[in-house]
């Protein structure tokens, strides 16, 4: 296991670096990237560090950025029996897909989806098979609208709390990365990155953890997650620990990150609510129009503070 570790956090260096030096996805006809995922896209701290760190170097971007994750979302579709003490079964991307592309035709689209899609179970290969099926469909469905997909490999699920499930994320990113060779995808490592990071800390304190309960990161876990992906897009953030440490040469870095958070939260639960989902539990969010007037007021802040 601590080979393949090695090998795949050698080709992480080698790949984001290439990335960074060689290309990047955005171009000047871009002008809507959209967020696919579970709740830990939902929460969107990592989706507000990339869209802050992004327009602090790019201060003349006019790019939206859309997040549309859903808690407790799967795209294998499956759901474990008694899900949220029987309350509701997980809801699946296939429900609410086409409603999506109805509505939001992004350039880019970042789909992170795995930690739900095992449902906490071991290894088991029709389970397994679920999740490849998934991936591909949503590959497809993305194509359809002539968008250009990115996949991120899952964050980890911390080992302490299960080595069993933890060992179904390691297959299932393997699985996923190896897409990029077999059928050129673009897909971004935040997998073998986190689990090598959560390793090095463990060794000089037992305690350390990313997640606390095992599955949703906290802020330095978003902002490992944010890391490759800014990289990924031509930024070299990989040198900073940190996201204070990333935006500390920026004099409103700090309060232009706030309005960020706040417009990305708006628009999320304004967006959730348009395009419709079985989650119960959320927050409803405004009628679009009522959303874009809060947004419009906090980009013109933020606005000002970039120039």
Same mark, same amino acid.
């Given at each position: 296991m601590k080979f393949r570790l090695l090998i795949f956090c050698f080709c992480f260096l080698l790949a984001t670096k290439a990335n960074c030096q060689e290309k990047t996805p955005i171009s000047g006809d871009t002008q809507q990237i959209l967020f696919l995922g579970n709740s830990i896209t939902y929460a969107g701290q990592y989706i507000a560090f990339i869209e802050t760190y992004y327009r602090l170097k790019h201060p003349e971007s006019t790019i939206e950025w859309? /997040?549309?994750?859903?808690?407790?979302?799967?795209?294998?579709?499956?759901?474990?029996?008694?899900?949220?003490?029987?309350?509701?079964?997980?809801?699946?991307?296939?429900?609410?897909?086409?409603?999506?592309?109805?509505?939001?035709?992004?350039?880019l689209v970042f789909a992170n989806y795995g930690m739900n899609d095992g449902i906490y179970l071991p290894l088991d290969d029709s389970r397994f098979q679920k999740y490849k099926d998934g991936i591909e469909w949503l590959a497809?469905?993305?194509?359809?609208? /002539?968008?250009?997909?990115?996949?991120?490999?899952?964050?980890?699920?911390?080992?302490?709390?299960?080595?069993?499930?933890? /060992?179904?994320?390691? /297959?299932?990113?393997?699985?996923?990365?190896?897409?990029?060779?077999?059928?050129?995808?673009?897909?971004?490592?935040?997998?073998?990155?986190?689990?090598?990071?959560?390793?090095?800390?463990?060794?000089?304190?037992?305690?350390?953890?990313?997640?606390?309960?095992g599955i949703h990161p906290g802020e330095l876990g978003h902002w490992l997650m944010a890391r490759p992906i800014l990289e990924y897009l031509g930024l070299e953030a990989e040198e900073f620990g940190t996201f204070q440490s990333a935006i500390s040469e920026f004099e409103n870095g700090e309060k232009i990150f706030n309005l960020i958070s706040k417009k990305q939260a708006?628009?999320?639960?304004?967006?959730?609510?348009?395009?419709?989902?079985?989650?119960?539990?959320?927050?409803?969010?405004?009628?679009?129009d009522e959303a874009y007037i809060q947004v419009d007021l906090l980009e013109k802040e933020i606005r000002d503070l970039l120039h």
């Open positions: 859309i /997040n549309l994750g859903l808690p407790s979302e799967t795209v294998s579709g499956l759901s474990e029996e008694g899900h949220a003490g029987g309350a509701f079964p997980r809801p699946d991307l296939h429900e609410r897909i086409d409603r999506i592309f109805e509505q939001i035709l992004p350039d497809s469905e993305i194509a359809s609208i /002539n968008a250009q997909s990115i996949f991120l490999a899952p964050p980890i699920y911390d080992p302490i709390k299960g080595e069993a499930y933890a /060992n179904v994320l390691d /297959n299932y990113s393997d699985w996923l990365i190896s897409k990029r060779y077999t059928d050129d995808w673009e897909v971004i490592d935040l997998h073998w990155p986190m689990r090598k990071y959560l390793e090095d800390q463990r060794k000089t304190d037992s305690e350390f953890f990313l997640a606390k309960d708006i628009l999320r639960d304004a967006w959730l609510r348009s395009t419709g989902h079985l989650r119960p539990g959320l927050a409803e969010g405004l009628p679009l």
